[in-house]
């Protein structure tokens, strides 16, 4: 997009967008949901979206969560969405394993939660690490060695409040003592709403903390990498043109469209104030934007 200011979503071009988009991607988080509470009126919009044949795509940052355990959360709210409508980042780290022959006698070390240990599974692959190795500890004194599986050939990285610093050495070992190893990022958000009344670390501190240690970038899977977006234009044979990705951050969801070719919706219900959205230190402009999802309908009468 060329520099132009976020257009508010009104009625008239409301329904052009509509007319213009076959499927709609939605983030998650400050989207569909605020941590476990259900946005006002996102069931009876993505209703009307079906009805009218949209295509609906859910893509979510947040890796604690496999599509499983996403698709329960979204039954729990009352939304019937299956789980390939699902791309999740712990998905997509055992996705990007799988389409780049991760070769099935190696292993991959999880410093995450437990959806990205059920998603590398699934995809076939051994998994080490993740929760399990939260309880964890390390006594350094001078006689400690610390061992290592050999066969580690990716380490991948997301969320993890139980960081300790038995999960930082196994990860570190992994990738300084084998240079073709992996090091894969679920995602690099700064931060992320753990709580109501708060924001916590998010995945890309523990992200950070390997880079740091390590000296390597990592390859990452989340968006607004294009990683995601290519699995699942591949898998549904849309075209990006006729896509909306409809988000509340800036920096991932926004850009993980423009970076794509999408039309953009921006929405105030999660992080993004309209301040932010119009501070001249902020680059990245939506091609609209509207206080919640909910909006649409309000806005083609429905
Ligand atoms: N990662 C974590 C751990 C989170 O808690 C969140 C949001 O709560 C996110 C990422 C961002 O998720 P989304 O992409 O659905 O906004
Ligand atoms: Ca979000």
Not at 151 to 168: E, Q
Not at 191 to 206: F, I, K
Not at 270 to 282: K, Q
Request: hydrophobic share 40%; glycine share 10%; net charge negative.
């Amino acid at each position: 997009r060329s520099g132009a200011a976020a257009e508010l979503l009104c009625g008239v071009n409301a329904k052009a967008l509509l007319d213009s988009v076959d499927a709609f991607l939605f983030d998650c988080d400050g989207v569909i949901w605020k941590g476990d509470k259900l946005i006002d009126g996102v069931s009876q919009t993505l209703d009307l979206l079906r009805s009218k044949g949209k295509k609906l795509v859910f893509v979510t940052n947040n890796s604690t969560k496999s599509r499983a355990q996403y698709a329960n959360k979204f039954r729990s709210l009352g939304l019937s969405v299956t789980q390939d409508e699902i791309f999740s980042s712990s998905f997509a780290a055992a996705m990007y394993l799988k389409v780049n022959h991760f070769p099935p006698n190696k292993k991959a070390y999880v410093i995450g939660g437990e959806g990205i240990l059920q998603e590398l599974q699934l995809a076939g692959f051994t998994a080490l690490g993740g929760p399990e190795d939260g309880e964890k500890r390390v006594q350094l004194k001078s006689s400690c060695f610390f061992e290592h599986d050999k066969n580690v050939g990716a380490v991948v990285v997301g969320l993890d409040p139980d960081i300790n610093y038995y999960k930082l050495q196994y990860g570190t070992l992994c990738i300084r003592e084998n240079p073709g190893c992996l090091f894969i990022a679920t995602n690099c958000d700064s931060v992320g709403h753990m709580t109501d009344l708060q924001e916590w670390p998010g995945a890309g501190c523990m992200v950070g903390a390997i880079c740091g240690s390590t000296g390597r970038e990592p390859i990452v899977v989340g968006k607004p990498s294009t990683f995601m977006m290519e699995f699942l234009l591949q898998k549904f044979h849309m075209s990006p043109s006729r896509m909306c990705m409809v988000g509340d951050r800036l920096d991932t969801d926004i850009l993980f469209g423009q970076n794509a070719g999408c039309k953009t919706l921006l929405v105030l219900s999660g992080v993004t104030t309209e301040s932010i959205l119009g501070d001249s230190s902020n680059s990245i402009q939506p091609d609209y934007y509207t206080s919640k999802v909910s909006d649409i309908l309000k806005l083609l009468g429905e």
